[in-house]
């Protein structure tokens, strides 16, 4: 089981491969229409989420990942009351909530969490702009990869696959 730097590693390393492959046949068309290959501020992006997913699945226990998701929501909710959007923050300090309530290693640990969890990075945006989903999908794809680098590290991919540190 890696700890959270062989996590930021994990989440760089495959977010560094998903962001090449963005730049190579046959994703490259689509790539171009949302133009990531010229933009290297999304490719930033993609890496700062991969990494951030890489963490997110330790957000059940004490950890830098929780460190890192839960003063992301405190200003989040700070920002939501600060602008009138109070059952937005109320939404938000909810979900928030749930990973502390189950147990270590649990649903924050599975492969459906895996693509549910980041899941709003392709909905919010369909709701507001649905001619945003193709770049929601690119940043998505980069969420999904970062929280794939951790259940592979943990060893919850293949079985006999875990990365001591």
């Known amino acids: 089981m890696a700890n959270w730097k062989g996590h930021v590693a994990g989440g760089v390393v495959l977010g560094g491969i998903y962001a090449a492959a963005l730049s190579y046949a046959p994703v490259q068309q689509y790539a171009e229409q949302v133009h990531l290959?010229?933009?290297w501020q999304a490719m930033v992006a993609i890496l700062v989420l991969s990494?951030?997913?890489a963490l997110f699945p330790d957000i059940d226990t004490n950890s830098?990942?929780?460190?890192?998701?839960y003063g992301l929501?405190?200003?989040v909710d700070i920002l939501l009351i600060w602008n009138g959007n109070?059952?937005?923050a109320a939404y938000l300090g909810l979900v928030?909530?749930?990973p502390v309530v189950g147990k270590h290693r649990g649903w924050t640990h599975s492969k459906l969490a895996m693509v549910t969890v980041p899941l709003p990075l392709l909905i919010v945006?369909?709701?507001?702009?649905?001619s945003a989903v193709k770049i929601?999908?690119?940043?998505?794809?980069a969420a999904v990869v970062g929280y794939f680098s951790h259940l592979l590290l943990d060893g919850l991919i293949f079985k006999h696959f875990r990365v001591k540190t």
């Open 37 to 39: 290959l010229r933009d």
């Open 51 to 53: 990494v951030l997913f």
């Open 64 to 69: 830098k990942g929780q460190n890192i998701f």
């Open 73 to 75: 929501a405190l200003v």
């Open 86 to 88: 109070i059952q937005a």
């Open 96 to 98: 928030a909530m749930l």
């Open 125 to 130: 945006p369909y709701l507001y702009n649905s």
């Open 136 to 141: 929601a999908a690119v940043y998505y794809g």
